[in-house]
């Protein structure tokens, strides 16, 4: 199956990207995607950058290979690591979560005293503190890894006592530091949102990348001049792994089912 240069490629470490996926299709519904989970290598935030660069110039091979006419890297971890490789390397325009979330959280905080929770790989890489600073130097960063939560999120255990203890005790610490503003600096995450929320309290504005991301994208679009004039928007889904798996627990980040869900080896 092929949508044709006129879709918008859209990968992820795995199912997480949904989030990303879910808020460009609610914003620019007359879009065609071609979604992309490499969940044969799943997770990509415990690997090395080098890794995660190989991975993800796999992953947009294979949704250039589909004619997209851009390329969305929704996972968090992969574009801490390759997204300016990518940029470097391919000739249609490549677009990340963490400027976009960078820029929402800059514009956001008003005490400059912002958290960002993410992956050990997008921890460790320092970028949401790079591009935050980037744009607002007069800000503060401070940052956790919070491992547990993408196999919460992936169980769909995102409610009850275990998660809320869980994210009581990831977020403690930014807590003591009076941030404004968090940053949820992993696709998974907003499906923990709620507990998230609870556990920040109603003064720290939280902010998800992934609607950020959608903003950008239409940005980009609009700018070179190759947004969609409408039509039938077509929806692909491809998987490196266990397509049913991933039909089953997209429903939970998407709020309906797929249907399709394509195997593709690379
Ligand atoms: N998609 C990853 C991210 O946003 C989380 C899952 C993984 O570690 O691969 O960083």
């Known amino acids: 199956m092929d949508n044709g240069p006129d879709a918008i490629g859209i990968f992820d470490s795995g199912i997480g ?27 990509y935030g415990t690997k090395s950058p080098d890794t995660v660069r190989r991975y993800a110039m796999a992953c947009a091979r294979v949704l250039l290979g589909r004619g997209i006419k851009m390329l969305v890297v ?22 990340g979560v963490v ?38 130097p007069d800000t503060r960063v401070w940052s956790r890894a919070c491992p547990l939560l993408v196999p919460l999120a992936e169980e769909g255990w995102v409610r009850g006592p275990v998660p809320e203890q869980v994210v009581a005790a990831y977020l403690s610490e930014l807590l003591e ?20 929320r609870a556990a920040v309290g109603p003064s720290v504005q939280i902010v998800d990348s992934a609607e950020a991301t959608a903003a950008v ?42 249907d399709d869900v394509e195997w593709v080896d690379f």
């Open 99 to 136: 400027e976009p979330g960078a820029r929402a959280a800059a514009s956001c905080t008003v005490s400059g005293r912002i958290g960002v929770i993410g992956t050990r790989g997008t921890v460790a890489s320092g970028v949401y503190e790079r591009a935050i600073a980037a744009i607002r």
């Open 217 to 258: 994208v239409e940005e980009v679009l609009v700018a070179a001049g190759i947004a969609s004039s409408g039509g039938n928007a077509q929806r692909t889904y491809l998987v490196s792994d266990a397509p049913e798996s991933f039909a089953k627990t997209g429903r939970e980040f998407l709020n309906h089912g797929i």
């Open 177 to 196: 530091h009076e941030i404004d503003t968090l940053v949820l600096g992993c696709t998974h995450y907003p499906l923990l949102s709620d507990i998230i």
């Open 17 to 43: 990207g949904l989030t990303v996926l879910r808020r460009i299709v609610e914003r620019l519904p007359g879009e065609s995607t071609v979604y992309l989970g490499d969940t044969a290598r799943v997770p």
């Open 74 to 95: 929704a996972c968090n971890t992969a574009s801490a690591h390759a997204v300016e490789y990518l940029q470097d390397a391919l000739d249609v325009p490549v677009v």
